[in-house]
């Protein structure tokens, strides 16, 4: 246990609803980061955030998906009307602010579109 | 994408012998990091090496560092069942501290 949790675990819906994942950081890590993993491949970077400041967004995050920080401790991630190349495991990262800090990831949650 | 490779991609090795697995990428780095991951769990932090550095040690993992090259490995020494994982390297480019995997290294350790 890394102290990042993610909630929920695993989440099954059908496509085109709408989904919302939390991730809470290590309380004193003022960064916090949300990859996607499919099966066999490493994760890809979506977006982060320095407090509650998004600072960059992926390409791989389109319109559909939306994330928050808003007072700068527990992020959300939301996918609207999902779509089955949405499945994946969403994992959740923080940091220190340092970027030759290591992140501590989140077990994930792992959605399924059906 | 992925912005570097792991080789090989798979390996299959008994309890006691060693480990070896390699990372190359194609752009400058601050740092790479090395991660564990357990069949479908979260990414355990291994070892970070910064790119003015040509080796680190932890316990039984040892890494290089060849910025020239744009590689990297990793050595598992005297492995062991529960070193069964996939081991990830990502590349730290900015000073954000965003992570560029690699599609990782599967390894099964037999008793």
């Known amino acids: 246990d890394t102290g990042v949790s993610q909630d929920p675990r695993h989440k099954i819906t059908k496509r085109g609803q709408n989904v919302t994942f939390r991730c809470d950081p290590i309380?004193?890590?003022?960064?916090l980061y949300w990859y996607r993993q499919t099966l066999g491949q490493g994760p890809e970077f979506l977006t982060y955030?320095?407090?509650?400041?998004?600072?960059?967004k992926s390409r791989l995050l389109s319109d559909r998906f939306s994330a928050e920080r808003p007072k700068g401790s527990f992020s959300t991630l939301e996918i609207q009307r999902t779509e089955q190349g949405d499945s994946a495991m969403y994992l959740c990262?923080?940091?220190?602010?340092?970027?030759?800090?290591?992140?501590?990831f989140g077990p994930g949650t792992r959605l399924t579109v059906l | 994408s992925q912005q570097g490779e792991e080789d090989p991609q798979a390996l299959s090795i008994q309890e006691g012998e060693n480990a070896t697995m390699n990372c190359s990428y194609k752009t400058s780095i601050n740092n790479l990091q090395w991660y564990r991951q357990n069949s479908g769990r979260g990414l355990v932090h291994l070892i970070l090496?910064?790119?003015?550095?040509r080796e680190k040690h932890s316990g039984r993992l040892r890494v290089t560092l060849d910025t020239s090259k744009k590689s990297s490995s990793l050595l598992i020494t005297a492995s062991r069942a529960a070193d069964t994982a996939s081991y990830f390297c990502?590349?730290?480019?900015?000073?954000?501290?965003?992570?560029?995997f690699g599609a990782g290294t599967q390894v099964v350790v037999t008793p």
């Open positions: 990262a923080s940091s220190l602010e340092r970027a030759e800090k290591e992140q501590f």
């Open positions: 955030f320095q407090n509650e400041a998004q600072l960059e």
């Open positions: 309380s004193e890590h003022n960064r």
């Open positions: 990502a590349r730290s480019t900015d000073s954000w501290g965003k992570l560029q």
């Open positions: 090496i910064r790119s003015n550095e």
